[in-house]
C-alpha cells in the first residue's frame, strides 16, 4: 500500500521560515494536501492540490509536489503556526495521510 | 454556513458496533464525497473511505473491509459511519469530512468512541 513519510519533529524560530517534507514513490505524480491540526481541534487544509491556499489561509503558508517529495513552506512563521501537520496524497483512490509532522516555534 | 455536525461520544463493549452520524448543512449534500477519517489517541491520522452521497457507491480501506460500512439518508442530509466487532484498538476519535476538490475542506467536529470492557 501506498506510504507517505514525514519528519516527527520540525523545530523553527518566529519569524524564520518552517520547511517540512513528505515523501513518497512517484508523489509529484498525485495531487499533495497538507493539513494543519491543533491540540483538541479539527485538521484545516493549508494547503490542496499541491500549492493553493483556502481562503483565509495566510500567504506565508505555500506548498510544492515534483518527484518524490512534497514541501510545505511556512515563511515568517508565528506561534499561532506550532502545530501537528499532516500531508496526504490524493488520486482516483487513495487519500493517504503521512505520520504527522509537530511544528515547534521557539 | 458550511457545517458537519457528528453524534456524540460513544462507550462501546469490544465485539458490539457503533453507528457515527454527519449532517451536513449549508450545501447540497449530493455534491461532494463524504469520507471517514480516524485518529487513536496520541496518534496521526488515518483515512478509513469514502461515499457518494448521491450514488451510495463506497470504498473502503482494505484494513477496514468487512467490518466497516458507510452509508446515508439523502432526505435527512446525513451520512453514517458504522464500525462492528470493535475492538480495544478502535477507540479513536473519527471525523467526517467533505471532499469538493481533492482535499477534504469541512471537517466534523469529530466523534470520540472508546472501546473497553
Known amino acids: 500500500s501506498y506510504a507517505l513519510t514525514q519528519p516527527s519533529s520540525v523545530s523553527v524560530s518566529p519569524g524564520q521560515t518552517a520547511t517540512i517534507t513528505c515523501s513518497g514513490e512517484k508523489l509529484g505524480e498525485r495531487y499533495a494536501c497538507w493539513y494543519q491540526q491543533k491540540p483538541g481541534q479539527s485538521p484545516v487544509v493549508v494547503i490542496y492540490?499541491?500549492?493553493k491556499r483556502p481562503s483565509g489561509i495566510p500567504d506565508r503558508f505555500s506548498g510544492s509536489n515534483s518527484g518524490n517529495t512534497a514541501t510545505l513552506t511556512i515563511s515568517g512563521t508565528q506561534t499561532m503556526d506550532e502545530a501537528d501537520y499532516y500531508c496526504?496524497?490524493?488520486?482516483?483512490?487513495?487519500?493517504?495521510f503521512g505520520g504527522g509532522t509537530k511544528l515547534t516555534v521557539l | 454556513q458550511v457545517q458537519l455536525v457528528q453524534s456524540g461520544a460513544e462507550v462501546k463493549r469490544p465485539g458490539a458496533s457503533v453507528k457515527v452520524s454527519c449532517k451536513a448543512s449549508g450545501y447540497t449534500f449530493t455534491t461532494s464525497d463524504i469520507n471517514w477519517v480516524r485518529q487513536a489517541p496520541g496518534q496521526g491520522l488515518e483515512w478509513m473511505g469514502w461515499?457518494?452521497?448521491?450514488?451510495?457507491?463506497?470504498f473502503y480501506v482494505q484494513k477496514f473491509q468487512g467490518r466497516v460500512t458507510m452509508t446515508r439518508d439523502t432526505s435527512k442530509n446525513t451520512a453514517y459511519l458504522e464500525v462492528s466487532s470493535l475492538r480495544s484498538d478502535d477507540t479513536a476519535v473519527y471525523y467526517c469530512?467533505?471532499?469538493?476538490?481533492?482535499?477534504?475542506?469541512?471537517w466534523g467536529q469529530g466523534t470520540t468512541v472508546t472501546v473497553s470492557s
Open positions: 492540490q499541491d500549492n
Open positions: 461515499m457518494n452521497p448521491n450514488s451510495g457507491n463506497t
Open positions: 496526504q496524497a490524493w488520486d482516483s483512490s487513495t487519500r493517504v
Open positions: 469530512t467533505r471532499a469538493p476538490s481533492r482535499s477534504f475542506d469541512i
